[in-house]
């Protein structure tokens, strides 16, 4: 009978040993998710394994908008946001400095489309000026309330020209179809949802580059996906391997747009039919930003000032983590 060596039947006890240990637990991370288009980084991340390639356990918790994420940032209940509109989280960065760190943001614009306006089938708009005497509904929240007055105001209308009321998005198809409103300033994939079933059209979209930065070919950087500073504190590891998935997401639908577009389906509020008609925004990591960016990014959320929507000015370099 052969001898097994010391050295080899060491070997032989570890990997046993091994064998016998209980798999590691994943670092579970609580995540805020609005699921608009925008969050389908998140979707492609969970669906297609690369949360497990880091061994994180993301738990995905619906907040629709932006207070909610912010209010659950600032108390702690999560540790991420998804799509975390820049205004707000630069509001709350006033309140508590940190409490939203960006490890990415979205480019909106007349190509990688978002917000816009759209009018109901039957009403007489052709332009934005047309929306005078309108009922308009707005995605929820107050920086796109503000977005949608700033943009009408840019065109001529004043606030007594129209009425305007915030709607959950869940219900925008539905108010379109049963013409409660004649137009709204709404965001993916309800106007792609909206466009299939012929009840709207879309007025204009990329509104934000165009009537608030000045420049339609520009990049609105409206929203993202932020992280707390408490998260990167306390769980440095962690946060940066989130951001690790972060980008391995944002990688794939930036090159495979066809193809991640699959995961709209059954983890947002679109259609099977509709998915591969809907508009991707363009993702960007925090490190990725040119100065040019930055620029665009520090001037949106200037206006925000202007517009009173920000008590003071806010320098948003301060706020962006880059990995």
Known sequence: MQVIGLKALGTIIAVLAALGQPAAAQDKVKVGVFPTASSLPYFVAIERGFFKEQNIEPETIRLIGGPPNIAAMISNQIEAA???????????????????????????????????????????????????????????????????????????????????????????????????????????PQASTMRKLGVARTLEAGVIAKYILGDEDGNAFAAGCAVTSDFIKSRPDVARRFAAVWKKGIDFVNQNPQEARKYLAKNTLTPEDVVDTVPMVRYFMAGELTDKHKAEFQKFIDFSTAVGTLPEKVDITKYLQAY
């Open 82 to 188: 998804i799509v975390l509109v820049t205004i707000e989280a630069m509001n709350a960065n006033l309140k508590k400095p940190g409490v939203a760190m960006y490890i990415g943001v979205h480019s909106q614009s007349k190509i990688y489309q978002m917000e816009q306006f759209v009018a109901r089938t039957g009403y007489a708009a052709a332009t934005l000026k047309d929306l005078k005497g309108a009922r308009i509904m707005s995605a929820p929240g107050p920086a796109n309330l503000v977005a949608a007055k700033a943009v009408l105001a840019k065109v001529g209308l004043n606030e007594g020209d129209y009425t305007i009321d915030q709607l959950d998005m869940s219900q925008h198809v539905n108010v379109m179809t049963s013409g409660a409103f004649d137009a709204g300033y709404t965001l993916e």
